[in-house]
């Protein structure tokens, strides 16, 4: 059977910047890391629109990205 170990994870804000000469959307990711594995998906989501609400750009995407030891 196959055990798995929470390493980390990592909290990742994506921003429209403008657009490009042919109209598309240009992004730009903020991460956060060393997240613990407490934080529920609601708590991570209100931190993002708390830490969004500083920035001057609009927030396209919030994504957590987890890492873990399989063994």
């Known amino acids: 059977m196959a055990n798995s170990m929470f390493l980390g994870a990592t909290l990742r804000l994506k921003y429209i910047t403008g657009l490009n000469d042919k109209s598309e959307p240009i992004f730009v990711t903020k991460s956060y ?3 613990n594995s407490s934080h529920t998906a609601e708590n991570l ?3 993002a629109s ?3 609400s500083l920035s001057s750009h609009p927030l396209d ?3 957590k990205q987890e890492t873990t030891d399989l063994s």
Do not use: C, G, K
């Open 45 to 47: 989501l209100a931190i």
């Open 33 to 35: 890391r060393n997240l």
């Open 50 to 52: 708390a830490i969004a």
């Open 61 to 63: 995407s919030v994504t």
